[in-house]
């Protein structure tokens, strides 16, 4: 099969044009494509999922252990052929500026996977090897096996750069993009999901692939890229032991949809069935729920039909009165509060069972990887318990923090986080259930806990 990872010399040197571009261009061919992405990225495996109609997956050997990352791509790349993995930042750039961790460099040598380097070749020449070579020889093990370039002026620019590389890096350079060969990628952000799922992306994508195949070897590609299928002969995914049958309600529509689809995964694998609602359509929490999953995503963005959609909003309240286990990641902790403000200072009024008010903001609040450790109290993670996630936001919460969920700690700070009462864990970051799958078991015996 094929499988290789696009990674960047930098941010925003088009790798998930590349990307996404490249995935329709193979699809057209009648081939069949597994889209995973380095890193907790929410937004691009959006993408992957629109372009190749297969859950794109997250791999990050951060917050999971190497085996972990390995079973993730066997187990979703068994039935494609071609595997594409999209890496994070460049390609050496991870948890810390001292080591490969958590790095697309990191992932491709866990996978096994041989890599193409992309960069912004504009107004270079022969500085284009000098640019490559670098990411070659930082690490003995780097495993480019091509370069695509992007943002060239020409061909006869693309002719200039391509010798300049192959000749000292030994390395074929396999195509380019010229300068607005493709429109600017619609928004990452604002309206992306509702953008999808109607469909308005989908000339942008065949746009794409046609940008691809008019200025992108696909045959060399191809020829370059085989890889071995990886033997994973267990994993935390096999189904475990079958006790009893756990319901659990997860909210899930345009302005809830931020899941890492291994954390559901994990939970059909422990024994749960989810039962799949929509806030935006003013969905009650399913009537045979155990638990309850709100996770992250843009309610902001949807805050005003969110406002008035009583009967989700009482059937959530109700659910938290009656003990349910409830997760409730970011959007979804943003959701439970008494209000969201949006950045030209409208109040809309939430749910109402977590005090105080969230509040818009034009600067990123945070950004970046969390260690968790649990408190007295908190059903999913205990004191003595781990877990690691990610957060993101652009928001801030105005209340008393007075009843913390969990101790959180990044590169940069090391403090208590989120809001815990009775059955209710909620805070602005996003778990990784593969982290520590006991986070799983922990859920699903407090479901069972409270049916008794």
């Not at 010399?9 to 571009?21: A, C, P, Q």
């Not at 309240?317 to 439970?336: D, H, I, S, V, Y």
């Not at 945070?366 to 318990?385: D, I, K, W």
């Not at 928001?395 to 989120?418: C, L």
Request: hydrophobic share 40%; aromatic share 10%; with cysteine.
């Amino acid at each position: 099969m094929n499988r290789f990872v696009l990674a960047g010399s930098g941010s925003g040197v088009g790798k998930t044009t590349f990307t996404i571009g490249i995935m329709r261009a193979l699809m057209k061919r009648g081939l069949t494509v597994q889209g995973f992405k380095c890193g907790p990225d929410y937004i691009d495996p959006t993408y992957h999922t629109a372009v190749t109609k297969r859950p794109s997956r997250n791999i990050d050997s951060f917050m999971m252990s190497h085996d972990t990352v390995r079973a993730i791509v066997a187990r979703a790349s068994q039935d494609v052929e071609v595997a594409m993995i999209e890496g994070v930042m460049g390609f050496y750039d991870g948890k810390s500026p001292l080591s490969n961790e958590g790095s697309a460099a990191d992932l491709s040598e866990i996978t096994k996977s041989p890599v193409i380097l992309i960069f912004n070749a504009a107004s270079m020449a022969r500085s284009a090897a000098a640019i490559v070579k670098g990411f070659q020889l930082l690490e003995e093990h780097s495993n480019i096996v091509g370069v695509l370039a992007n943002q060239l002026g020409s061909k006869s620019h693309f002719e200039i750069v391509k010798s300049a590389i192959e000749q000292e890096c030994g390395i074929p350079v396999i195509g380019y993009l010229p300068k607005g060969a493709v429109p600017t990628l619609p928004s990452r952000h604002l309206g992306l999901v509702p953008a999808i799922e109607r469909g308005d992306l989908d000339s942008y994508f065949d746009r794409l692939a046609e940008a691809i195949e008019e200025t992108v070897d696909l045959e060399q590609l191809l020829d370059i890229t085989k890889a071995q299928s990886l033997d994973v002969p267990v994993s935390i995914f096999d189904p475990q032991p079958q006790g009893q049958e756990v319901h659990i309600a997860v909210a899930k529509d345009a302005a809830f949809n931020f899941y890492y689809e291994e954390n559901l995964e994990l939970l059909r694998a422990y024994g749960a069935t989810l039962h799949f609602f929509s806030p935006l359509k003013n969905e009650e929490v399913p009537k045979i729920a155990q638990g309850l999953y709100i996770g992250g995503g843009f309610p902001e963005e949807f805050a005003e039909s969110l406002a008035k959609n009583e009967a989700t909003k009482q059937s959530i309240r109700a659910a938290l009165e009656r003990g349910l286990p409830t997760l409730a990641e970011c959007g979804g902790f943003m959701f439970l509060t008494e209000e969201i403000v949006n950045r030209q200072g409208q109040v809309f009024p939430m749910v109402g069972v977590i005090p105080g008010r969230v509040r818009m903001q034009a600067k990123l609040a945070a950004l970046g990887y969390r260690e968790m450790t649990g408190v007295p109290g908190n059903f999913l993670l205990n004191e003595r318990e781990q877990a690691k996630g990610h957060e993101f936001h652009y928001s801030t919460y105005e209340g008393e923090d007075s009843s913390p969920a969990y101790f959180s700690k990044g590169r940069f700070r090391a403090q208590q986080e989120g809001y815990l009462h009775k059955k209710l864990v909620a805070g602005y970051t996003h778990f990784h259930f593969a982290s520590n799958p006991q986070l799983v078991k922990n859920w699903l015996t407090t479901c069972l806990e409270g049916e008794q």
